[in-house]
């Protein structure tokens, strides 16, 4: 078989059917869907089951509750496709989605990563489409042109088909959330030839209750570590000086969202902050940026003072102000 689907569920009953129907009536065929029951206590071990009795294609894991990296890679064990990709228990598929993007993949063997379309927080009134020109990039271009397209801002793990070979030594980071920010650059610098696909949809359901909609201080760590580590990487490694400022301006947002909920937790926080020590931006180069005119007039406060100030004066604030 081509293609491998793993699908991690926990707790998500009130979706799963919906999730697994929009996979089964896809028109490619040349699959195996892969559903991990991660301990879930809701009905969906039964769910799982159900459908694996009435389809061939189906397969289920079950394993005590490890969190999502734990029963992706657990997936990833057992997958024997050439191709792999995830689907969250709470999203859709569109339909023909999988059809036109393995065989642009049949076409171009070479291809390790392709990259489809999305409709984020769909039917919601914050719906959001992410969409791509055909573009097929090699080489040592890939991790710098997606850093370029700020495919940081996108860090899905699911809206993309890789050839199994890239998880033969990678992994998601167990006992962590936040799990894609830390794995897909890793995926981008190990791959040789990237597609960015214009055909189908992933439809992400933003609901609450998700890891993403919670608020607290470590998993806003874990996602602020791993914003500065690709700030790191950018700026240290790479020298895309420019491209890094932006980036480090994210790490900023997010350190603010670190003092937000940090209270009983200052030494943590302390030694968050220690790991932006002598980043800075000159007030003359902030405004040379290419952001808005609103988000330049946000980080005046750190141009000219400092993390700490700036996260001091914002963290006043409930919601971002851009």
Not at 164 to 191: K, Q
Not at 200 to 219: D, E, L, Q
Not at 260 to 275: L, N, T
Request: glycine letters at 4%; charged letters at 25%.
């Amino acid at each position: 078989m081509k293609l491998s689907i793993i699908i991690p569920v926990y707790k998500a009953r009130r979706y799963l059917q919906r999730c697994i129907e929009s996979i089964l009536q896809q028109t490619y065929t040349d699959y195996e869907l892969i559903l991990v029951d991660d301990g879930s206590t809701d009905g969906c071990a039964a769910v799982c089951d159900r459908f694996a009795q009435e389809c061939d294609k189906v397969k289920v894991i079950h394993k005590k509750n490890g969190g999502l990296s734990s029963a992706r890679n657990a997936g990833i064990a057992v997958a024997k496709g050439e191709y792999i990709t995830f689907v969250d228990a709470d999203d859709t598929v569109a339909s023909g989605t999988y059809y036109y993007n393995m065989r642009i993949l049949q076409s171009n063997p070479d291809i390790d990563i392709l990259e489809y379309p999305v409709t984020k927080n769909y039917e919601s009134p914050q719906s959001e489409v992410l969409s791509f020109k055909p573009e097929k990039i090699s080489g040592n271009e890939i991790f710098p042109d997606w850093i370029r397209r700020k495919g940081y801002e996108h860090c899905f793990s699911w809206n993309k088909i890789y050839r199994a070979d890239l998880f033969y030594f990678i992994r998601f980071p167990e006992g962590e959330v936040f799990e894609d920010t830390y794995i897909t650059p890793m995926l981008y610098e190990s791959a040789y030839n990237v597609y960015y696909s214009d055909c189908g949809f992933y439809y992400y359901y933003k609901n609450a209750g998700s890891i993403t909609s919670s608020y607290s201080f470590k998993t806003h760590f874990l996602l602020f570590r791993n914003s500065v580590s690709l700030y790191e990487k950018v700026n240290d490694t790479y020298k895309m000086k420019e491209e890094a400022k932006e980036i480090l301006l994210g790490c900023i947002d997010r350190l603010t969202d670190l003092r937000r909920c940090s209270d009983g937790q200052k030494e943590e926080y302390a030694k968050a902050r220690k790991m932006l020590k002598g980043r800075k931006i000159s007030i003359s180069k902030l405004f040379k940026m290419n952001i808005p005119t609103t988000r330049k007039a946000k980080f005046t406060i750190f141009a000219l003072f400092g993390t700490r100030a700036h996260c001091f004066v914002f963290s006043i604030f409930k919601k971002k102000l851009c």
